[in-house]
Nanobody, 124 residues
Framework: QVQLVESGGGLVQAGGSLRLSCVAS????????MGWFRQAPEKEREFVATINWAGNTYYADSVKGRFTISRDNAKNTVYLQMNSLKPEDTAVYYC??????????????????WGQGTQGTVSS
């Protein structure tokens, strides 16, 4: 059974940084695209970043240049380093695993397993 457990959220001032972690278990982590999504209050869940099995990354325009996604296959962990944070980055951040090994697609519908989420709050 796939399990994803996020950690690292918290409260930070604008301009600050947070580093989120997501530990995966129950499947062959290294073969799957991993993604980060977020959902702000009263808004739909939105794509943030993905990283594939080869380490290739893709970002939403709103976070490009500020956020960095990375993975450590030996630790079954994916990270999201968030720098230069803005109040509009406040959201619950979710880790997700793609539905299929070596899969493609960046929409939330392409991801079949989700973590419970971790809150990131940026004060102005």
């Amino acid at each position: 059974q796939v399990q994803l457990v996020e950690s690292g959220g918290g409260l930070v001032q604008a301009g600050g940084s947070l580093r989120l972690s997501c530990v995966a278990s129950g499947y062959t982590f290294s073969n799957y695209v991993m993604g980060w999504f977020r959902q702000a209050p009263e808004k739909e869940r939105e794509f943030v970043a993905t990283i594939n099995w080869a380490g290739n990354t893709y970002y939403a325009d709103s976070v490009k240049g500020r956020f960095t996604i990375s993975r450590d296959n030996a630790k079954n962990t994916v990270y999201l380093q968030m720098n230069s944070l803005k109040p509009e980055d406040t959201a619950v951040y979710y880790c997700a695993a793609h539905k299929f090994p070596y899969g493609a697609g960046y929409s939330s519908a392409s991801f079949g397993s989700w973590g419970q989420g971790t809150q990131g709050t940026v004060s102005s």
